[in-house]
């Protein structure tokens, strides 16, 4: 039995929900996807349509999801987690439980003791955005055997059309039919198969309507906090900027390369999506990385240094150690973007006793860094994916019952599905690659259970850099979802032109 309190839109959605049995939950995060669901599988119980189902969802969600359980239902849930042996027991256990909750990666190695299910849920269903992933494949073959689909997620697009297909695989594959006709109604490449365009979105819009429950911030914005948005412009010193501006040619010198060796040049979103540019590509990213180090902080550039130097390890960066051979690294000492970001974080907690920060980096590495540079200012937590569901747990409980830690360090581990509504800012000290890891991010504090009548979201970016090609990236790659899923920035034509400048062309023109 459902035992909450749901807001009139989600009561629609779990009607919409029971009515048609697969359906992409698309609701902005924060806006409550959790309780939504599981109304409709209570109510779906109620009507002893089923007794159990799979819930499968990123490790670092899996308790967080068991305590929402507990407090939106009487029913019995069971975890999967920990050792083989754990899981066996926990496996039989989970036999007479209405919830049985695993991650993709646990759920692999086990999927022959599933047993009887008729309802499959995917929390973060971008986890199966790539149609070849094995994972993708074995979820998709886990749902076609039972009648209620439901796949969870914000953004259904965080860099590519292809993603929603995928999704839309699990969910009902019938919608968007065959890849190749989605392919060439949708999108227009070019000779090298990059998108210039897409089009035809109106019908596209058409075709969600019936399977999707789709709700942005602007629907629901008298339900949210304010948000306050702040981009905090950091300049180079002289040092770091003489560096970045030769990393920046060897990296153009490495781009040229890849354009005239007849690869069609080298796409960054690729890359991160699973691409194999070969030799070329890992030169290219090896420069690229090195720089986002040196915005960040130059001391991972010479800890990447180190750390390739290690015969026992070599997982640093060789360009990094060229770097450090040629003596480039000398002189390398002061670190404007931490300043910045440690005077602001002081501000924040003097303003007020009762403000809490949550800080995002890409580089796991710097976050220790940020937390030995504010070990006088803040009690402060890391959260990462090196630390197991316990840890990360724990992690999470102090940071949101303990009034003197005031400071949630995290990677973009931390962007899926945690729940920080006791923090009111939010600093991406740098950004992720994908648009929708950035709405993951910033969705923490943004929600419809926070303590403050508005939060604040602050994003560093250090001038002239890469980091304010990489923003305009991110705003595109975000227009490109709401095309796709909201029918927003359409051109007269139901289409939608990719104008963004090229990576080379942006390193010619920035000025550092």
């Known amino acids: ?70 407090k939106f239902t009487d029913a019995k849930a069971t975890v999967i987690d920990g050792s083989k042996t754990k899981r066996e027991t926990q496996w039989k256990m989970s036999l007479t439980s209405r919830y049985v909750i695993v991650n993709a990666e646990t759920l692999a190695n086990d999927a022959d003791k599933v047993g009887k299910i008729q309802a499959v849920i995917i929390d973060e269903s971008t986890m199966i955005k790539n149609r070849g992933a094995k994972r993708s494949k074995l979820l998709k073959r886990i749902g076609r055997t039972v009648p209620y689909r439901y796949a969870l ?11 929603l297909f995928s999704i839309m ?19 227009v490449r070019d000779n090298w198969g990059k998108p210039l365009r897409y089009r035809n979105l109106d019908r596209m819009n058409k ?55 007849g690869n069609g040049g080298f796409n960054v979103w690729s890359h991160y999506n699973g691409g194999d540019g070969g030799e070329a590509q890992g030169q290219i990213m090896s420069r690229l990385t090195v720089l986002r180090m040196l915005c960040d902080n130059p001391q991972l550039i010479k800890q990447s240094a180190v750390d390739y130097n290690d015969a026992d390890t070599k997982l ?66 890391l959260f990462t994916g090196d630390m197991n569901a316990d840890e990360r747990d724990v992690a ?44 993951q991010r910033e969705a923490r504090i943004i929600r419809l259970s926070s303590e403050f009548p508005h939060v604040t979201i602050a994003t560093f970016v250090m001038q002239g850099s890469i980091e304010e090609r990489q923003y305009d990236m991110l705003q595109m790659k975000k227009s490109v979802n709401e095309a796709f899923i909201d029918g927003k920035h359409l051109d007269k034509d139901s289409g939608m032109v990719l104008t963004l400048d090229t990576l080379s062309g942006f390193m010619r023109e920035s000025k550092v």
């Open 1 to 70: 039995m459902f035992k909450g309190i749901l807001w009139p839109y989600q009561e629609e959605a779990v009607e919409r929900m029971t009515d048609r049995g697969q359906m992409l939950l698309g609701m902005v995060m924060g806006a409550g996807k959790t309780p939504t669901t599981l109304g409709a599988i209570e109510a779906l119980h109620a009507e002893g349509e089923l007794d159990r189902c799979l819930v499968v969802v990123p490790a670092s969600l899996k308790f967080q999801w068991l305590r929402e359980i507990a």
């Open 153 to 163: 997620t914000g953004q259904p697009i965080e860099n590519r059309p292809e993603e």
């Open 169 to 187: 695989e699990f969910v009902d594959k019938e919608v968007l039919g065959d890849f190749k006709l989605f392919d060439r109604t949708f999108i």
């Open 207 to 261: 075709a969600m309507q019936d399977c999707m429950v789709r709700k942005t911030r602007e629907d629901i914005q008298d339900q949210l906090p304010t948000i306050i948005h702040q981009t905090i412009p950091v300049p180079f010193d002289n040092t770091g900027a003489s560096l970045y501006r030769k990393i920046a040619s060897d990296l153009l010198s490495k781009i040229s390369e890849a354009v005239h060796s």
């Open 316 to 381: 640093g960066s060789a360009y990094a150690a060229d770097l450090q051979a040629r003596g480039m690294l000398e002189g390398l000492k002061s670190t404007p973007k931490l300043d910045a970001c440690i005077e602001y974080i002081n501000d924040v907690l003097n303003e007020h006793p009762d403000n809490k920060v949550v800080l995002f980096s890409f580089f796991k590495k710097n976050l220790a860094l940020i937390k030995e540079a504010t070990k006088d200012i803040a009690d402060s937590v």
């Open 396 to 439: 999470k409980q102090r940071f949101s019952t303990d009034p003197k830690c005031r400071l949630f360090l995290s990677s973009d581990a931390g962007g899926y599905g945690v729940d920080l509504p006791m923090a009111n800012y939010l600093i991406s000290y740098d950004l992720p690659w994908s648009s929708g890891k950035l709405e």
